[in-house]
């Protein structure tokens, strides 16, 4: 099936894609269409303009800067997967990006089209969950920031307003002592996932866990923090005990829903086992050699 005739529009620069989003009525925005593409060929979206945002050469980069790792809103799924410098220092993204769809997919889907989506299955909301990211929006008005935890609202819907548009997401740069993960059940290859969840730790000079994020994908009606977890964590030094009562809280925490892949009390199980081993492989690479118990 094709799409539906719709108006084109192709602006070059963000004022041009702001004043577009601004003057047009209820425009909807492209840019790698890993969800919108699907959903126009079969008809399940049926826009009467769309504003493509990809000959927008100043939203293509993926670089570290004052203090972030920034991601411009043409900013690949591929582009984070092939790069030297997530697989060095950001081990949630390294993580996350291979098991995002599949390689065609992940060639033309971008991160912060993924975010702006808000599906609550999507990976990369609860990895910026774990690392306290945020979100640039660029408006009639300028721009601003929006951290995570104050975008998502419901499924699909976000604290963005009609007429703005993310140009970037970012989070920020590693500290010395830092690690994170990155854990997702899926039924096969390319599926959205059934649970996740992103873990991020910070250690002291003593060893003991200064900061703790825990984003989870897929249990809740949007990407969710577990913070009765985080601050389980926090000040204590990093262990499988630990790592099991934080998996609980995490799993308390969760709500899931019972579908065709499994019931409720399964996928809270799923998340207190990911929750501990994204916690243990964080606490590897944040230097920590101690053995994780096997749940």
Do not use: C
């Not at 890993?34 to 049926?46: K, N, T």
């Amino acid at each position: 099936m094709k799409a539906a005739p719709f108006e084109h529009h192709e602006p070059t620069s963000v004022s041009q894609a702001v004043s577009l989003i601004e003057s047009l009525d209820e425009p909807t925005i492209l840019a790698g269409g890993q969800s919108l593409v699907p959903m126009l060929r079969f008809r399940l979206a049926r826009p009467d303009t769309v504003v493509d945002i990809n000959g927008i050469d100043e939203l293509d980069y993926l670089r570290e800067e004052d203090g972030y790792l920034k991601m411009g809103a043409l900013a690949r799924h591929a582009d984070v997967e092939d790069d030297e410098l997530i697989e060095e220092k950001y081990g949630s993204f390294a993580d996350a990006a291979p098991l995002v769809a599949d390689p065609q997919i992940r060639n033309r889907g971008t991160i912060v089209g993924s975010i702006a989506q808000a599906d609550p299955k999507g990976d990369w909301g609860s990895i910026l969950i774990a690392h306290d990211g945020e979100v640039v929006a660029a408006g009639p008005d300028g721009e601003r920031t929006i951290p995570i935890d104050e975008l998502f609202l419901l499924p699909y819907d976000t604290s963005l307003g009609e007429d703005e548009l993310i140009t970037e997401a970012r989070v920020p740069t590693p500290e010395e002592r830092e690690g994170s993960a990155y854990h997702k059940l899926k039924r096969k290859t390319g599926d959205y996932a059934m649970a996740g969840v992103a873990a991020r730790l910070i250690l002291d000079e003593d060893g003991r866990i200064e900061t703790a994020g825990i984003g989870m994908t897929a249990v809740d009606i949007t990407n969710a923090r577990a913070a009765d977890a985080e601050e389980r964590l926090e000040g204590e030094r990093p262990g499988a005990d630990l790592f099991k009562s934080a998996g609980e809280l995490a799993a308390e925490q969760s709500n899931p829903e019972s579908d065709e892949h499994g019931d409720a009390s399964y996928k809270e199980r799923m998340v207190e086992v990911l929750t501990q081993r994204a916690l243990g492989d964080a606490a590897e690479r944040a230097g920590v050699t101690k053995r994780r118990a096997t749940p």
